[in-house]
């Protein structure tokens, strides 16, 4: 496909327990950004990588939260040890780069019991 | 550090009549302007952008958006709503140096009524 496709679309998990959440960016796009988005709000910040270097970390809540991106391509959003205010929406996107805009994937929506 | 803020959690709008969602924004420095639009269990669709150049920009779908550095403000315009635009609508800034995140508003719905 064209788009940023992201797996699984849904997650359901038991507090406490480790997930991963997957993000396949359009090909040749050397920016990735994941974003946080709960119920009613926009989307917030987590972390961006340009190529393989995750260059800002700044919005992940907690070291809880751990994202790569190996290879420069597909990147892999992790959280350990889940808790209820973890359940939210994740948003991949990825770009060019510059002042192009950035393309978003549908999303993981992530669902702590 | 940077903010956008959208007064309306909802916009109601008649089919065929004009509609204006409001957003204006804070930024250290010139900023980049986005209009995105997301469809129930979807991502955000990308509808536009202000980068430089004409304060009137046009975008997907007969969407356009005005911006208007006096003010702040960067809202979007419809001459004439369908009710396929019935959506959730977010603007987002970002700083032009480097490649930094989009900050968003908390979005505004927007239900065109036929």
């Known amino acids: 496909g064209a788009g940023v496709s992201q797996s699984p679309r849904y997650k359901v998990a038991k507090r406490g327990q480790d997930v991963a959440l997957r993000c396949d960016p359009i090909s040749g796009h050397v920016s990735l950004f994941w974003y946080q988005q709960a119920l009613g709000q926009g989307p917030e910040f987590l972390t961006y990588?340009?190529?393989?270097?995750?260059?800002?970390k700044s919005g992940l809540p907690s070291d809880r939260f751990f994202a790569e991106r190996p290879e420069g391509s597909v990147s892999t959003l992790k959280i350990q040890r889940t808790q209820q205010e973890d359940s939210a929406v994740y948003l991949c996107a990825s770009s060019p780069g510059g002042s192009q805009p950035q393309h978003f994937g549908d999303g993981t929506r992530l669902s702590i019991l | 550090a940077q903010s956008v803020a959208q007064p309306e959690d909802q916009v109601n709008v008649a089919e065929g009549n004009p509609l204006t969602v409001k957003c204006t924004y804070s930024?250290?420095?010139?900023?980049?302007l986005f209009w995105y639009v997301q469809y129930p269990n979807r991502g955000l669709q990308f509808l536009l952008k202000?980068?430089?150049?004409?304060?009137l920009v046009k975008g997907s779908y007969g969407f356009e958006a005005e911006f208007n550095k006096s003010q702040t403000s960067f809202h979007l315009k419809k001459p004439s709503a369908l009710v396929s635009d019935s959506a959730l609508y977010f603007c987002a800034v970002r700083v032009i140096s480097g490649n930094t995140p989009l900050v968003f508003g908390k979005g505004t719905r927007l239900s065109v009524i036929a």
């Open positions: 202000y980068i430089t150049g004409d304060n």
């Open positions: 930024v250290s420095g010139n900023p980049y």
């Open positions: 990588f340009q190529n393989e270097a995750q260059l800002d």
